[in-house]
Nanobody, 115 residues
């Protein structure tokens, strides 16, 4: 069992920045990668960024160059630094990991970007 808790969301003006955190607990030794997803109202949940325990990262095209995923110890805490935010980045952001084909999700944190 793994528990994930997100924090750091809020309201920010377009062009601003936020840093989200995802903290893992439980059987964290089994974590290979952490993903950040987001879901806007009326839209499907989409993958935003991924970081592996080895430090490899990947980003959705829509956030490349603006968002950075990082973590000194990926199995414990992962960050999503979001810069140059746009109104279309407004969504609930979730962190996620997959262990033995079981998906674990946090409760999500709301990010709202005003124009």
């Amino acid at each position: 069992q793994v528990q994930l808790v997100e924090s750091g969301g809020g309201l920010v003006q377009a062009g601003g920045s936020l840093r989200l955190s995802c903290t893992a607990s439980g059987s964290i030794f089994s974590i290979y990668a952490i993903n950040w997803y987001r879901q806007a109202p009326g839209k499907q949940r989409e993958l935003v960024a991924t970081i592996t325990s080895g430090g490899a990262t990947n980003y959705a095209d829509s956030v490349k160059g603006r968002f950075t995923i990082s973590g000194e110890n990926v199995k414990k805490t992962v960050y999503l630094q979001m810069n140059s935010l746009k109104p279309e980045d407004t969504a609930i952001y979730y962190c996620n990991t997959i262990i033995r084909n079981i998906r674990y999700w946090g409760q999500g944190t709301q990010v709202t970007v005003s124009s």
